[in-house]
Nanobody, 129 residues
Framework: QVQLVESGGELVQAGASLRLSCAAS????????MGWFRQAPGKEREFVAA????????YYVDFVRGRFTISRDNAANTVTLQMNSLKPEDTAVYYC??????????????????????WGQGTQVTVSS
């Protein structure tokens, strides 16, 4: 089992950058695919990005590709989401999640809420125009 705690969310202006972090407890962090989701007010939670267990392979939803970067440090049990060129529509609560299923070359099955087994409590990101 793994416990996840997000941090780094804050109020920023459009065009700014933010770096979200997710700290994981447990000795098996490197065994999980890690993902970031977000949920805007009145909307469903949506997938943002994911990273394979070894940190080499990444996957992004189209509307953040080129602006957001996911990375992980298995020695430090952390996964980060670097967000650049933020837009007001990026305003949401951002959640870190862990999936026990091993990534074996396809990102099919890693972009749904049900694909992930553990979740953090979220961190609020607000982008003003």
């Amino acid at each position: 089992q793994v416990q996840l705690v997000e941090s780094g969310g804050e109020l920023v202006q459009a065009g700014a950058s933010l770096r979200l972090s997710c700290a994981a407890s447990g000795r098996t962090f490197s065994a999980y695919v890690m993902g970031w989701f977000r949920q805007a007010p009145g909307k469903e939670r949506e997938f943002v990005a994911a990273i394979s267990q070894n940190g080499i392979n990444t996957y992004y939803v189209d509307f953040v590709r080129g602006r957001f970067t996911i990375s992980r440090d298995n020695a430090a049990n952390t996964v980060t989401l670097q967000m650049n060129s933020l837009k007001p529509e990026d305003t949401a609560v951002y959640y870190c999640a862990a999936a026990r299923r091993y990534w074996s070359g396809s990102w099919s099955g890693f972009s749904r809420i049900a694909d992930y087994d553990y979740w953090g409590q979220g961190t609020q990101v607000t982008v003003s125009s």
